[in-house]
């Protein structure tokens, strides 16, 4: 079974600045994989460049064994909340509907099942109630559950999600995870760029350190370390002494 | 001759079909426009016309129509392309671009024009009319042209609505989907110049971006969907073509495109005041309502707080 | 010597827009020059209109109004909910639509046809009695051109460090108590002043070529606001030349020319500026491939 997704020396430079050195890398299936580093790390050029959103000088993405554009319709994107403009006039259910466009192909239309299938996705997030709700309306965790929705409307097997806790209250943050975990449970993979490192133990069980470039990748308990950190933040994180572990302040 | 014997006169039809058609057209574009903010991008485009009407009438030597809309599509897509290009590849703003575009290909335009104008046959081009649009000159050929270009710009609209929905509402995600979006920015960018074609006709070069802005921009007030947004502006923008020029009818010298700008604007003016929930009245009566509402529950709050309760004395 | 006049003014006119159009540059507001240049229209109507009289003065006066008025309902429908581009395009069109009403109206008053609205130069020169065509500037509109310029010059050096800093940070300076709006409307001004002026020379719709091209152009030549007022004041003065002599080759109006070539400078910067150019971006590109290339081999 080929890796979902495999890199190898992606580079990738703006103007002058490199912003990704020669990653390469390689996850299994189903698992959890949180992308974690300090700001202007890359985390979220590393998606882009994967997703042929912005231009890499060098580098091969796999997915599934192929090209990203062999394949894109085994992968779903979340992208940041603020990449678009929300005041633009459709619905909560339009939205998530939008998710089925890649299967539709040009001109046709969505059919009745794709609406029904974009409603089992705002239900599976909770969101059912707002379906007709104008997406100016809605709050920011309600936005982002229904870019998530979106994602799921795709029917993938490989996500990315940039920043998807981002300004999101607690209750979603729950209820997101909690849905990441059933994905992950029927098998497919998940990478999620995070920036609050106290909870990365909680909620993956892979974990990804970078900092321009790849300081290292595996396994939440084995990568996950003082040190590793310390690495990849470039010593500006400061750790206080917790109950079961260290807490993080970067 | 009277308000009835002029609207029953078929050239003044033939006129009142050509600024309906005007209108409608630049309703549905004007739209996604809008929506993408490239509301001043019509702006740009229709100046930029006008130096591929000048190079047109150079070539064919004639006033034909046809020339002079190829001119102008052709101009308009050469525009379109470099306006891209230098927001992507250096750091001047889509803004200054814009006013680049516009200012240096009307200039060039006005180079060819006073070049035509001072020369042997140029007194009869005509082209100036294009400056500020010549609605009382469309005859029924022109008008059947304009019938045909606005049909396609409808159709094509409507044939990938979902396609230019998704790529201006979230481009990423539908270049993730396998949408070339470069494509499809590209078309809506030709569609934008085939109306702007069909309108400076009527209303002209300077005045063709209000066709594009104002009736969308109405619109948006009243609905919260996209279908009904478009349906509306061109409605609006219909309406507006038709009102101006049965305006500039009623004088003498009115001019016929600043009048069917200036009802797109009441139109806008009321939209922005009366519509219900975006409207400002409506706002008003919204925040006024809530301010009554809480200070009433802090009254009551009150009220409850300090009332003896029973059983006490 | 006309041939001198006519360039002189030009540069005074290239660089009167200018010093203010870098400023309109570099605050996104290339489209709001465009808007005001437009919108002054009926100003000046009016203006003519109550004043009975074709004196600068009243002229200035009448654009002067309209030019904050269209800046003021610009922000009005910005702030109750209108997108900021569309604003300025439903503001300006209107504006410009009564002022085209207006002159048509009042055609026989004024002896103005309306086919020369749109070249400006000979509308409004009429309004200056200056005869214009491009080939005779009467010096008077030298003084006029020359005290908008010295004005300009005077007032942006004054409150340099105030403008720039409005236009980098609008927060912060509210934060040191600077009086943005105030400065907002002050900038403004000069543009409305600059843009009735020009027309002279330049006509309403070219205008806007000379406040931003130029300004555009340095953009992409220098990291300095200074040094970009300065590049794009010697980039005007070669439009003003350079569009003489290349009116008189093709006989054709003067203005055109000038913001052609104001065009041909900018694309020729576009492509090889040093720092910011297309060519140059490419040729570092490739270098920053190759060294990461052989660093991959010494690896």
Known sequence: ?250 | MNFLQLIQDPNTQWILAGTLLLGICSGVIGCFAYLRKQSLMGDALAHAALPGICVAFMLTGTKSIIGFLIGALVAGVVATFAIGYITRESRIKQDAALGIILSVFFGIGIVLLTKIQHSSYGNQSGLDKFLFGHAAAMVSDDVKIMALICAFLIFITWLLFKEFKIVSFDPNFAKGLGFPIKLLDQLIMLLLVVAVVVGIQAVGVVLMAAMLITPAVSARYWTNKLHYMIILASAIGGISGIGGTLLSSLGNNLPTGPLIVLSATVIFVFSLLFAPNKGVIAKMRVRYYMKKTTKHSIENSIMTATKPKEGQS | MSSFWIILIGSLVACSCSIVGCFLVLRKMSMVGDAISHAVLPGIVIAFLLSGSKEPIFMIAGAIIFGLLTVYLISMFSNSGVQADAAIGVVFTALFAIGVVLVSLYTRQVHIDLDHVLYGEIAYAQWDLISVAGIDFIPRSVWLVGAVFLVNILLITTFYKQFKLCAFDPIMAAALGIPVVFFHYLLMTLVSVTTVISFDSVGAILVVGMLIVPAATAYLLTEQLSKMIVISCLIGICCSAGGYYLAFLLDASIAGCMVTIAGLLFTITLFFSPSHGVISKMIRRKQLSRKMASNDATL
Request: overall charge neutral; some cysteine.
């Open chain 1, 1 to 250: 079974m080929a890796s979902p997704l495999s890199i190898r020396n992606l580079s990738v430079a703006y103007q002058k600045k490199v912003v990704l050195e020669n990653i390469s890398f390689s996850v299994p299936k189903g698992k959890l994989i949180g992308i974690i580093g300090p700001n202007g790390a890359g985390k979220s050029t590393l998606i882009k460049a994967i997703l042929d959103l912005v231009p890499s000088i060098s580098g091969d993405v796999s997915i599934f064994g192929g090209s990203y554009e062999k394949n894109r319709k085994s992968v779903g994107y979340v992208p940041q909340r603020e990449s678009v403009d929300w005041d633009f006039p459709t619905d909560a259910l339009d939205v998530v509907t939008m998710g089925r466009y890649g299967k539709l192909g040009w001109i046709k239309r969505p059919s009745q099942k794709d609406k029904e299938i974009a409603r089992q996705c705002l239900e599976k997030v909770g969101m059912s109630e707002y379906s007709n709700r104008q997406i100016s309306q809605l709050s920011g965790g309600q936005q982002q559950r229904v870019f998530l929705a979106r994602a799921l409307a795709q029917e993938a097997e490989l996500y990315f999600m940039d920043e998807p806790f981002v300004g999101v209250d607690a209750a979603t943050e729950k209820a997101i995870i909690a849905l990441l975990n059933s994905l992950k449970n029927q098998g497919k993979t998940v990478l999620v760029v995070h920036h609050d490192l106290n909870t990365v133990k909680e909620y993956f069980d892979w974990v990804m350190l970078l900092n321009v470039s790849l300081v290292d990748v595996g396994p939440t308990e084995d990568i996950f370390t003082t040190e590793a950190l310390q690495k990849t933040y470039g010593g500006k994180l400061t750790m206080l002494d917790g109950e079961s572990s260290p807490i993080i302040i970067n």
